[in-house]
């Protein structure tokens, strides 16, 4: 007989988690020991029942399902085999692929989520690295070496990777961030402007305004504005401008020696 494989489910929506649940339910040897509505709990219940297999959703507010994994390589849990849960559809994770057991669309089907307990088992029986695995997915976004090489992008239901340095600027409103490259747009997993210019390159990344952070790389003109004043056209397809804050114009001038 195999042995039964202890799963978590990780999703901050209570229809997916018991929709989840139900699903196992029905598949031989499989225990669910715990749900977790957020990242944070995600974080705890991990570290205390030591799960063979986690459920984890990837768009979560706050801490996200990246953000869990990072949080356990920190903390240097052991890892257990992962599932990535998500709503884009399949060319959106194909990265995720090489790195996890399998990944679930929502809304889930039984039968496929039968086929990622058939992967999650081969898996655990084999003993393969899986702690290497998802490290190495970490490391691809960018997670655990600070600098992010990968953000992620959300645009027509795709979870898209995109280099950092094709980020032509990034703007907020009501709360939601938009990233721009020359030829994409669509909204960040990031919270705020702050977090997001955090974990970018200084030297590279500059807030013009409250509401918009630029990639200085790829300011196309300098356009002069009312009372000294600047905006920047961008070399985005649109041709996006940018304002520059009266705060930041010294910045600018210093910036790019004007």
């Known amino acids: 007989m195999p042995a039964a494989i202890s799963a978590l489910i990780v999703d901050d929506e209570k229809p997916a988690r018991e929709e989840l649940a139900y699903l196992l339910k ?57 599932v990535f849960a998500t709503a884009y559809d399949h060319y959106a ?20 989520v039968s086929k990622s307990i058939s992967r999650a088992r081969k898996l655990l029986e084999s003993q393969p690295p899986v702690g290497e ?40 409103e009501d709360g939601l961030i938009t990233l721009v490259t020359r030829e994409l747009e669509g909204t960040s997993n990031y919270r705020t402007l702050e977090d997001l210019q955090g974990s970018l390159d200084a030297n590279q990344f500059w807030r013009a305004h409250r509401s918009y952070l630029v990639n200085i790389n790829h300011i196309k003109e300098v356009v002069p504005w009312f009372k000294s004043s600047y905006q920047l056209r961008m070399d985005d397809r649109r041709g996006s401008e940018v304002p520059v804050s009266r705060a930041q114009t010294r910045r600018l001038r210093e910036l790019l020696k004007l």
């Open 26 to 82: 029905g598949i031989p040897d499989v225990n669910v020991i715990g749900q977790a509505r957020n990242g944070l709990e995600a974080v705890n219940l991990i570290k205390e029942k030591s799960p063979d297999l986690v459920f984890l959703d990837v768009q979560m507010p706050g801490l996200d399902g990246f953000g869990v994994l990072k949080k356990l390589v920190d903390k240097k849990v052991k890892l257990p085999q992962i």
């Open 93 to 112: 994770v194909q990265a995720f692929e090489v790195h996890a057991v399998d990944y679930l669309l929502k809304p889930f089907d039984k039968a496929r």
């Open 133 to 172: 695995r998802l490290e190495s997915l970490l490391d691809h976004i960018g997670l655990r070496t600070g600098r992010p090489a990968k953000l992620l992008l959300n645009t027509n239901q795709r979870l898209l990777l995109v280099d950092a340095d094709d980020m032509v600027y990034a703007t907020i």
